[in-house]
């Protein structure tokens, strides 16, 4: 069977850390910086997790590990790109690169494996039970059972957008990437801002990958972000950063990755079925360029 609860209940799963990803990469776009590191963010996160919970023996303790990590790679992006003037495409891919080298060293130096590190020490996040919600058909199993992450996901997304348009530090975000003299005019630093932005993009992208190693499984391998980050920033460019469409976008594509896993079992290639999220991207993305080139041939 196609569409069953099970498919229902791993949506949340697949969503949340695609929706974190695009948050994060939603303040950048917003305070005018082009990110397009969130995949190695949200890989570092992801590593972080599972170390800082086998030696804490807490998923709390994973959880702080990530947002650290992810709070020093946004702010070693910070540091080149924004104070240093450093091409912002230049600085994701070394971001990028750094993560994937940085992960698949530290996975040697500290547990003296490679490509994969398991261990019962892992301890899973919890999940929320919300008891007779639970019972309901269908959407009791997407509702109940899920981590804090996936509701901690939905929760920001309606936060950031009200920030973003209701709070005096939001709207200077937002001024930073429209018109950044404006706010130096007025004894603002749009370089503070655009830190401020990267700071909590590299800690969204890590939680993203947090659910990821220590949620969705309890492990961590190499490259496991598996192109999400990617995912994000595509979804990101296609809502021009608005956090109430970047919601739905991300659970369309989470919509799509459960069902490339659950078509693997009525027998089509994994080649086929992993690509089809990809697929989407790009589709999205052509229509997205599309609708934007008619409206500056049309302005």
């Not at 608005?242 to 659970?251: K, S």
Request: glycine share 12%; proline share 3%; net charge positive.
């Amino acid at each position: 069977m196609l569409f069953d609860a099970a498919l229902i209940d791993s949506v949340p799963r697949l969503v949340t850390p695609v929706l974190l990803a695009a948050i994060g990469g939603a303040l950048c776009e917003r305070s005018g910086v082009f990110n397009i590191s969130l995949e190695g963010m949200m890989l570092v996160g992801a590593f972080a997790a599972v170390a800082g919970t086998f030696y804490t023996g807490s998923p709390l303790g994973g959880l702080a590990a990530a947002l650290v990590a992810g709070a020093v790679f946004g702010l070693l992006f910070a540091f080149f790109s924004v104070w240093r003037k450093g091409d912002d495409i230049i600085v994701s891919i070394g971001i990028n690169i750094l993560a994937v080298g940085l992960t698949a060293l530290l996975l040697r130096s500290l547990f003296g494996v490679s490509g994969q590190f398991d261990d019962p020490a892992i301890a899973a996040l919890p999940n929320i039970d919300l008891g007779p919600v639970g019972d309901i058909p269908v959407l009791g199993s997407f509702l109940s059972g899920q981590s804090v992450l996936v509701w901690l996901a939905v929760a920001l997304a309606f936060a950031v957008h009200r920030f973003l348009h209701h709070n005096n530090l939001g709207l200077r975000l937002r001024a930073a990437g429209q018109n950044a003299e404006a706010l130096r005019t007025v004894g603002i630093s749009p370089e503070r801002i655009k830190t401020t932005a990267l700071l909590a993009c590299g800690a969204l992208c890590a939680l993203g990958g947090a659910q990821l190693s220590i949620s969705n499984v309890t492990l961590f391998t190499e490259g496991m972000s598996a192109g999400r980050g990617w995912i994000a920033l595509v979804i990101v460019m296609m809502c021009r950063g608005r956090l109430l469409w970047i919601l739905l976008g991300a659970l369309l594509f989470g919509f799509i990755d459960a069902m490339s896993v659950r078509l693997q079992g009525l027998g089509l290639p994994q080649q086929v079925t992993d690509a089809l999220p990809y697929v989407l991207a790009l589709f999205v993305l052509a229509l997205s360029y599309r609708r934007r080139t008619r409206r500056a041939h049309a302005a």
